[in-house]
Nanobody, 120 residues
Framework: QVQLVESGGGLVQTGDSLRVSCAAS????????MGWFRQAPGKERAFVAA??????LYADSVKGRFTITSDNAKNTVYLQMNSLKPEDAASYYC???????????????WGQGTQVTVSS
């Protein structure tokens, strides 16, 4: 069992940067693929980024602007978001799974989400 708690969301302006965090507890953090998804009102949950070991995967819409990293000593994964756009506004969810995938259903554990609002 893995428990995930996101933090760091907030209100920013277009072009600003923001880092959201996901603290994991429970089973060994480093054995899981960690991912970030986002969901805007009225839209489906969408893949943002994932990492496993030294490999990272990004959605085309965030590539070059967002970076996923982890601190295994702190059991925490981060999503650094730069050059934010209004279309990045959403609830951001952390997820843990056994397989790196763009599909939300492939992840076993989810956090409660943290809200990111981007004003134009």
């Amino acid at each position: 069992q893995v428990q995930l708690v996101e933090s760091g969301g907030g209100l920013v302006q277009t072009g600003d940067s923001l880092r959201v965090s996901c603290a994991a507890s429970g089973r060994t953090f480093s054995t899981y693929v960690m991912g970030w998804f986002r969901q805007a009102p009225g839209k489906e949950r969408a893949f943002v980024a994932a990492m496993s070991g030294g490999t990272a995967l990004y959605a085309d819409s965030v590539k070059g602007r967002f970076t996923i990293t982890s601190d295994n000593a702190k059991n925490t994964v981060y999503l650094q978001m730069n050059s934010l756009k209004p279309e990045d506004a959403a609830s951001y969810y952390c997820a843990a799974g056994r397989v790196m995938s763009l599909i939300s259903g492939r992840y076993d554990y989810w956090g409660q989400g943290t809200q990111v609002t981007v004003s134009s």
